[in-house]
């Protein structure tokens, strides 16, 4: 078509379709931005939506108000029985500590006192006359005549009472107490007064015979069991 035959109606229809692929193409923007998240028709559906969702999470934190034990201890007697519990189970826990230390500190003064192979292991005589390693294995007795033996020199037998004493602490450590201060510190599923009750009785008879002597006096109680004279099965909730 020359330019001298575009007339006025063929110039309209141009121009119609020209705006028409002009809104299409905006349509089409609109369209794809809001799939993505970007905008919703007040192209602003981004900020939108955050402004909902923290909105709605402030509503759910009203809702729910504290938590269970935060709840639980809003009860006097039960806020009593938690707190003994947390003061004996600290109290085991650094008796623990310092009974570890001196049991780490016993069985490296022993293994000094050993006699040693070349390659540094240390040896011992058992109740048989052999010649045992640290980790167990018998020496040869070829090998056995060359080893030089102190006169102090720790039996097979007293080495095994040191290593025995340091892994039962370890045990007690992680077992009793590193699961006991897991569920005094659980805030969505407290400890019901009896299950504290008898965490405290098993705190103090599992506990082995070297921390008695780092406890301090008021740390213990007897029988294991707390001065409150009832249990609480389950505190009353307060309302909020």
């Given at each position: 078509m020359a330019f001298d035959d575009f007339s006025e109606d063929t110039e309209f229809k141009f121009i119609t379709r020209l705006q028409q692929a002009k809104g299409h193409a905006e349509d089409m923007h609109r369209f794809n931005r809001a799939m993505s998240g970007l905008e919703t028709g007040d192209g602003n559906a981004h900020n939108s939506k955050s402004k909902d969702k923290a909105a709605d999470a402030q509503r759910k934190g009203k809702s729910s108000g504290l938590r269970k034990l935060d709840e639980w201890l809003l009860n006097p007697e039960y806020e009593?029985?938690?707190?003994?519990?947390?003061?004996?189970?600290?109290?085991y826990e650094t008796a623990t500590e310092t009974a570890l230390g001196r049991a780490e500190n016993a069985l490296a003064e022993l293994l000094d006192r050993a006699a040693h192979l070349p390659d540094a292991r240390a040896v011992f005589r058992d109740e048989n006359g052999n010649v045992v390693t640290e980790d167990g294995s018998i020496i040869d007795p070829e090998t056995a005549v060359a080893i030089q033996w102190?006169?102090?020199?720790?039996?097979y037998k007293d080495y095994l009472k040191r290593k025995q004493d340091l892994d039962?602490?370890?045990?007690?450590?992680?077992?009793?107490l590193g699961e006991?201060?897991?569920r005094y510190e659980n805030p969505d599923d407290p400890m019901t007064a009896e299950e504290i009750e008898q965490r405290m009785k098993e705190i103090q008879e599992q506990a082995p015979q070297q921390i008695e002597a780092e406890l301090k006096p008021d740390e213990v109680v007897n029988d294991g069991q707390s001065k409150i004279a009832f249990s609480i099965q389950q505190p009353p909730l307060s309302e909020l």
């Open positions: 009593a029985l938690y707190n003994r519990f947390g003061d004996l189970l600290s109290g102190p006169d102090d020199a720790p039996t039962e602490l370890r045990r007690y450590q992680i077992d009793v006991a201060r897991e």
